[in-house]
């Protein structure tokens, strides 16, 4: 089994900053990507970014491009997510979640962002953006 327990999140105005953690406890040799997603109320749930974990390699919605920024430390079972330039329309509570059954190396974005391949799922975390 593996936790994911998010935090980070809260009120900002637009334009400003929250960096988002991912914290990972239990089976946690057995997590090769953290996805982060969100919804919105009244919105579907959605990708917003992913990051294996022994790479590094990073992938990121059009919504966050340019303005959010993924990093690990492995040492700390930690993701980061990094969120510059806040607009009201990042409101949502945010998941992070881990593929832990079926995860392949070859995995492309468009794969990492399919939210039926996590199998572990933190509780959320909001965030709020005021115009």
């Known amino acids: 089994q593996v936790q994911l327990v998010e935090s980070g999140g809260g009120l900002v105005q637009a334009g400003g900053s929250l960096r988002l953690s991912c914290a990972a406890s239990?089976?946690?040799?057995?997590?090769?990507?953290i996805g982060w997603f969100r919804q919105a109320p009244g919105k579907e749930r959605e990708f917003v970014s992913a990051?294996?974990?022994?790479?590094?390699?990073?992938y990121y919605a059009d919504s966050g491009k340019g303005r959010f920024t993924l990093s690990r430390d492995n040492a700390k079972n930690t993701v980061y997510l990094q969120m510059n330039s806040l607009k009201p329309e990042d409101t949502a509570v945010y998941y992070c979640?881990?593929?832990?059954?079926?995860?392949?190396?070859?995995?492309?974005?468009?794969?990492?962002?399919?939210?039926?391949?996590?199998?572990?799922w933190g509780q959320g975390t909001q965030v709020t953006v005021s115009s």
């Open positions: 979640a881990a593929p832990l059954r079926t995860y392949r190396s070859s995995w492309n974005m468009e794969t990492h962002a399919r939210m039926d391949v996590y199998d572990s």
């Open positions: 239990g089976r946690t040799f057995s997590i090769y990507a």
């Open positions: 990051i294996t974990w022994s790479g590094g390699n990073t």
